[in-house]
């Protein structure tokens, strides 16, 4: 079992900056996949981006390539999504979740642990 607690969310104007936390209760493996995903009111949950705990292999979803970065401070068991230049369309639930497997996908069903989520709101 992993506990994910996600911290860092609130309520920004558009164009501003916010840094996501997500601390974890054991890390993975290096090649284990920790991945942000978020959902907004009336949508599915879409991927947002993902890392292995190694920092070696980082992916992202094309709306956010460019202005969010994911990390990770092992040391913490932490991983960081830094978000700049928001727009109100990133208005969500931001979650984080922890994949087992190696699998490194942005296929949300792959990931067995999941956060309560932390609220991003963008206005305009």
């Known amino acids: 079992q992993v506990q994910l607690v996600e911290s860092g969310g609130g309520l920004v104007q558009a164009g501003a900056s916010l840094r996501l936390s997500c601390a974890a209760s054991?890390?993975?493996?290096?090649?284990?996949?920790m991945g942000w995903f978020r959902q907004a009111p009336g949508k599915e949950r879409e991927f947002v981006a993902a890392?292995?705990?190694?920092?070696?292999?980082?992916y992202y979803a094309d709306s956010v390539k460019g202005r969010f970065t994911i990390s990770t401070d092992n040391a913490k068991n932490t991983v960081y999504l830094q978000m700049n230049s928001l727009k109100s369309e990133d208005t969500a639930v931001y979650y984080c979740?922890?994949?087992?497997?190696?699998?490194?996908?942005?296929?949300?069903?792959?990931?067995?642990?999941w956060g309560q989520g932390t609220q991003v709101t963008v206005s305009s």
């Open positions: 979740a922890a994949d087992s497997s190696a699998a490194f996908t942005s296929r949300a069903a792959a990931y067995e642990y």
């Open positions: 054991r890390r993975g493996f290096s090649n284990n996949a």
């Open positions: 890392i292995t705990w190694s920092g070696r292999w980082t």
